[in-house]
């Protein structure tokens, strides 16, 4: 389970008290429903936002309209963290799938705190490492797997950020994530009701039974959670005091 403190994000909740002191002033919650935007594309990159609750999702939009999902992110990211490394525009657009909340914080400010703090340093940049290796599973998951296997992955990695057995999702946000059309959606679901993963499904909550969709998923969810866990504990076998505080699993 991810770090909770009274912050809420596992970031940070990763650094020790003397760093989180330097963003903790500049610290602003806010609250966003289901659709809200974050981040649109093209935007300049003046505010990063560190999740305490909801699901977002990054979206890639094609030249003909069409939208597709990269990666997901839930209390143990942040929003924007791209910007410490330099001054930039956002790839993609942050939508939220699940209604959440998340402290905003100036860019500015969080540029000047990675500066000065090794510990900011090295949590962000642990970070971004895992955010790249999540979106070169994907791709690569995309690729070779059926809809089914990729539709109960998603699925897993939604529980995992929302923590109970139920899911908000419309059947539109799905089919963002799959890159499919939306008939693929509801014969998918159907398949997955028939083998007992989906145990209900009304007006947009699903009840998921979590062993059978861990038996259906891909590979690609465990292999992706393994990696993501080694990273973390190569990250804390360096015995750096500035991380003494980060614990895996970056999913809550």
């Given at each position: 389970m991810a770090l909770q403190t009274g912050l809420g994000n596992g970031l940070l909740a990763a650094l020790p008290p003397s760093d989180l002191n330097l963003l903790e002033p500049y610290l602003q919650k806010i609250s966003f429903a289901s659709d809200a935007v974050l981040v649109r594309t093209g935007d300049e990159l003046k505010e990063v936002y560190f999740p305490i609750s909801g699901v977002l999702a990054f979206l890639v939009e094609m030249s003909d309209g069409h939208i597709v999902a990269s990666t997901l992110m839930g209390s143990e990211g942040a929003v924007g963290a791209l910007t410490v490394l330099s001054p930039s525009h956002s790839p993609v657009t942050a939508t939220a799938y699940v209604a959440g909340a998340a402290l905003k914080i100036p860019a500015s400010r969080l540029h000047?705190?990675?500066?000065?703090?090794?510990?900011?340093?090295?949590?962000?940049?642990?970070?971004?490492?895992?955010?790249?290796?999540?979106?070169?599973?994907?791709?690569?998951?995309?690729?070779?797997?059926?809809?089914?296997?990729?539709?109960?992955?998603?699925?897993?990695?939604?529980?995992?950020?929302?923590?109970?057995?139920?899911?908000?999702?419309?059947?539109?946000?799905?089919?963002?994530?799959?890159?499919?059309?939306?008939?693929?959606?509801?014969?998918?679901?159907?398949?997955?009701?028939?083998?007992?993963?989906?145990?209900?499904?009304?007006?947009?909550?699903?009840?998921?039974h979590r062993p059978r969709l861990e038996n259906v998923a891909c590979e690609c969810y465990g292999v992706m959670r393994q990696r993501i866990k080694r990273m973390y504990d190569e990250e804390l076998a360096k015995g750096s005091p500035n991380v003494s505080h980060l614990q895996y699993s970056p999913f809550s």
């Open positions: 000047q705190a990675f500066e000065r703090s090794g510990a900011i340093k090295r949590v962000l940049r642990l970070h971004l490492r895992t955010q790249l290796l999540q979106l070169q599973t994907v791709a690569a998951c995309n690729a070779v797997h059926p809809v089914e296997c990729r539709t109960a992955r998603w699925l897993l990695e939604i529980h995992d950020r929302v923590g109970n057995g139920e899911i908000r999702l419309t059947q539109e946000a799905l089919a963002q994530l799959l890159g499919v059309r939306r008939t693929t959606v509801t014969l998918t679901m159907r398949k997955l009701r028939a083998v007992g993963c989906i145990i209900s499904e009304r007006r947009g909550v699903l009840e998921v």
